[in-house]
């Protein structure tokens, strides 16, 4: 059947829908043309329990944009429902005939519904045919236009629950203050004491950022394309903008040191990730018959988007890929190099979450001609059949943090080509390296209980004990327990000079100065050298390699296994000699070699080409 026509596009809000109504088993299947889509109208309902009615459209891209709101939401989060709502079966009336839905996604569109008119939303849940693999295929890679054209993204974070209307009136309060004093810093710690000082308000606010929403790996998309985003918690709502404004400010006032306490209630870090990535610019126009987004800070690779947003939640585990594809500009302009614009990672929930990972791979070194994604590999993994030099994207552990990732260090010169190649069946990995030595002694892993007081803790003085038994001076062990990374930037001469300051006043933090006088100054230049080695030293372990060489390698490897350079490939790596005995070898993971950071190993040993399984 032919799309609908809607005349004049203005009113196509109020358009009375019935004739063009039907189920989606009735609509005909979305074809890849023309942009096509179906659009849910949601009729009015003047109270709440009135039942959902709904209508269905057909329609496209081109003649809706701007014109409908997308729903982004939590397929099966049903925290914030009641019990005997969570137990329930809930459907919603499309045209006639009952449709099954989540009760997330039913309590949602009874909010979100108008008193006085239609209410057009994109939903995948009924949008899609989810019972037809290839439409669903074609709609999920078209997802990136669906939210970027739609005039709004409208979140649902889930009913009301544990004062949530607290929460969103103290952000709304922040929001109001950050506006009102800018940066400066010691008004707004004063305006926030004064005024929010109620504990209950942060913990229901704390209580909001930690939905479930905030964790999806899709609504990083979904947000950071949109025109706007509006946040609706129950009855209350606020925009996606008030909510980073208020985040901000508390972030301001924790870097400055001098935050209250409640502040420190409240986790903010997803929100400031989301703000970071929604930096855009409209769509412009639509060349090559699509609109185009300007890359967001930190987007301009693929690489660099599967890592940032690894921790992130997905029920399939295929859409940690294909949720992210279309932020990533080498990705875009691969697609827009071919002239058939086809797709380098197409989108098929037919094919293996393993096939899915190892396409990442196939791209990312046929794009780069680096070898930099090795760095997201982990010995760890939830796929065991995923060969040690493909990242499971599906391991959404937080620790350890990569070291490649960062673009600090130049292990291997840049001038030497990366020859590596993927064997035909994608099940082996050639490539060129250095061997370097293998390590000699380790050390107990760095955990999370680590960094709790006293410091420092048992493991981090036996790792101090085994450097200077091994004739490490302390520059080099604390240089090298922080991966050479101290404010996020490698140590300059000047700046080892601070380091070591910092690092002697952390290591006094667990002794006599503890039981005397502790002076606020002194705690806080500790807050940087803490988190440097935070970031470097979580889930890694401290070791000594047979040349003396001091180092932190990954909580998996052993006494004997190999260190090497691989050309292509920024920091140095673990790597372990097969159990089959075939030659092969399997990646451990990334690691810092003290010393050995920045070219120096192109001096060592001759180069020799390793075969990883």
Not at 365 to 376: E, G, N, P, V
Not at 467 to 486: H, K, N
């Amino acid at each position: 059947m032919a799309s609908l026509t809607y005349t004049p596009l203005q009113d196509f809000l109020t358009l009375d829908t019935g004739k063009n109504s039907r189920t989606i088993e009735e609509s005909e299947s979305l074809v890849n043309g023309d942009w096509e889509i179906r659009l849910l109208s949601l009729l009015p309902a003047k109270t709440r329990d009135t039942a959902i009615t709904c209508e269905l459209l057909h329609t496209t891209l081109r003649v809706v944009k701007g014109n409908y709101d997308a729903l982004s939401y939590v397929w099966a989060d049903t925290t914030t429902l009641p019990p005997f709502i969570r137990s329930a079966s809930a459907c919603i009336n499309i045209a006639g005939s009952e449709v099954p839905v989540t009760p997330n996604l039913h309590a949602a569109l009874s909010r979100l519904r108008y008193k006085d008119r239609n209410r057009l939303l994109w939903v995948d849940q009924i949008c899609i045919n989810q019972a037809d693999v290839h439409e669903r295929n074609i709609q999920v890679e078209r997802m990136t236009l669906i939210y970027g054209l739609a005039s709004r993204t409208v979140v649902w974070l889930g009913e009301e629950a544990e004062n949530s209307y607290r929460g969103i009136l103290l952000a709304r309060g922040l929001a109001r203050l950050r506006m009102e004093h800018k940066t400066e810093t010691d008004a707004m710690f004063k305006a926030v004491v004064a005024e929010f000082s109620d504990v209950e308000r942060w913990t229901a606010l704390d209580r909001i950022l930690q939905r479930a929403w905030w964790h999806r790996t899709w609504v990083v998309q979904e947000c950071v394309v949109a025109a706007s985003v509006d946040m609706v918690c129950g009855y209350r709502d606020i925009s996606f903008s008030e909510l980073a404004r208020a985040m901000l400010l508390l972030e301001e006032l924790r870097d400055s040191g001098i935050m209250p306490e409640c502040v420190g209630r409240v986790n903010i870090a997803s929100v400031v990730a989301l703000l970071g990535s929604r930096a855009r610019t409209a769509p412009r126009g639509w060349p090559g018959g699509q609109p185009s987004w300007e890359p967001a800070l930190g987007f301009d690779s693929l690489f660099k988007v599967l890592s940032r947003y690894r921790t992130r939640d997905a029920t399939d585990p295929r859409d940690k890929v294909y949720a992210l594809l279309r932020l990533a500009q080498d990705f875009r302009d691969a697609v827009r190099a071919s002239t058939s614009h086809t797709n380098p990672i197409p989108v098929d929930y037919n094919r293996a979450v393993e096939d899915v990972y190892s396409d990442c791979v196939n791209f990312l070194l046929a794009s780069t001609k680096r070898l930099d994604f090795l760095a997201a590999c982990r010995t760890k993994r939830n796929l065991v059949h995923l060969p040690s030099w493909v990242p499971d994207w599906s391991d959404t552990a937080e620790a350890p943090l990569s070291l490649g990732e960062q673009n600090k260090y130049a292990a291997t010169s840049d001038s030497v080509p990366c020859n590596a190649s993927i064997q035909p069946h994608g099940r082996r990995l050639n490539a060129l390296g250095i061997p370097f030595d293998h390590i000699k002694l380790l050390a107990t892993p760095c955990v999370e209980e680590d960094f709790a007081y006293p410091y420092p803790s048992a493991t981090l003085r036996q790792w101090k004990a085994l450097a200077f038994s091994q004739g490490q001076d302390e520059e080099s062990f604390a240089r090298t327990i922080i991966a050479d990374l101290y404010r996020n930037r490698r140590l300059s001469m000047y700046a080892v000079t601070s380091c070591l300051d910092m690092y002697r006043i952390w290591h006094q933090r667990s002794a006599d100065i503890w039981a005397t006088e502790v002076k606020m100054d002194m705690v806080l230049e500790t807050i940087d050298f803490t988190h440097a080695l935070r970031r470097a030293s979580l889930g890694r372990r401290f070791c000594i390699s047979e040349r003396g060489v001091a180092g932190l390698v990954p909580a998996d490897a052993i006494e004997g296994d190999l260190l090497v350079g691989l050309v292509g490939a920024n920091v140095p790596y673990v790597i372990r000699a097969a159990s089959t005995g075939s030659g092969s070898y399997v990646l451990i993971g990334e690691c810092y070699l003290h010393g050995f950071m920045d070219g120096q190993l192109t001096q060592e040993n001759a180069r020799k080409e390793f075969s990883f399984m």
